[in-house]
T-cell receptor, first 112, second 114 residues
Framework: DQQVKQNSPSLSVQEGRISILNCDYT??????FLWYKKYPAEGPTFLIS?????DKNEDGRFTVFLNKSAKHLSLHIVPSQPGDSAVYFC???????????FGTGTRLKVLA | EPEVTQTPSHQVTQMGQEVILRCVPI?????FYWYRQILGQKVEFLVS????????KSEIFDDQFSVERPDGSNFTLKIRSTKLEDSAMYFC????????????FGQGTRLTVV
């Protein structure tokens, strides 16, 4: 059941540069999308979300873009910092349901 | 900052034994969830709970699993007869409402079935 896909298992970026993490989904009924960050041996930490009625949401260094026609969302981190090194999961939810469906994650490494 | 807490952090159990994983959700939250992550795989939804009953569950959440909110603060996941394939990180989460809102996750319980 690969409704949410993160095709890049890993990404390395220089400190100060932009990190772009991508996520694709197949279910057009999804109407709410989230990004979580996860460090080893910890639970996912909420970063930012976007409703399907928007195409962009910004919070500090983090911006999420949603392209509904392409069923694609991305997370931009600018500028990237070494502390951003973690696994990033996108998640999606369909209206009327309670569950979040997670992607497989992208491991981001920010190099000092 | 309020947080979801889970105990124990690591549980080792023999195959066939019952385990109870415990969670204290954020105090004013009304919606509670269990997710799990098998090593190297994605985070998977197990069950959601609202108003003292299951609101949604996945195919994984079969008769071996049950959830309970025994008092005003705890939320538990019970696995009646553990199997080797139940070994995973189990995450509890809670949210203040349904609709467009995020869930806050605990740090997880690592369950190892031997």
């Amino acid at each position: 059941d690969q409704q949410v896909k993160q095709n890049s298992p890993s990404l390395s970026v220089q400190e100060g540069r932009i990190s772009i993490l991508n996520c694709d989904y197949t279910n057009s009924m999804f109407d709410y999308f989230l990004w979580y960050k996860k460090y080893p041996a910890e639970g996912p930490t909420f970063l930012i979300s976007i409703s399907s009625i928007k195409d962009k949401n910004e919070d500090g260094r983090f911006t999420v873009f949603l392209n509904k026609s392409a069923k694609h969302l991305s997370l931009h981190i600018v500028p990237s910092q070494p502390g951003d090194s973690a696994v990033y999961f996108c998640a999606a939810r369909r209206s009327g349901t309670y569950k979040y469906i997670f992607g497989t994650g992208t491991r981001l490494k920010v190099l000092a | 900052e309020p947080e979801v807490t889970q105990t124990p952090s690591h549980q080792v159990t023999q195959m066939g034994q019952e385990v109870i994983l415990r969670c204290v959700p954020i105090s004013n939250h009304l919606y509670f969830y269990w997710y799990r992550q098998i090593l190297g795989q994605k985070v998977e939804f197990l069950v959601s709970f609202y108003n003292n009953e299951i609101s949604e569950k996945s195919e994984i959440f079969d008769d071996q699993f049950s959830v309970e909110r025994p008092d005003g603060s705890n939320f538990t996941l019970k696995i009646r007869s553990t199997k080797l394939e139940d070994s995973a990180m189990y995450f509890c989460a809670s949210s203040s409402r349904t609709g467009n809102t995020e869930a806050f996750f605990g740090q997880g319980t690592r369950l190892t079935v031997v």
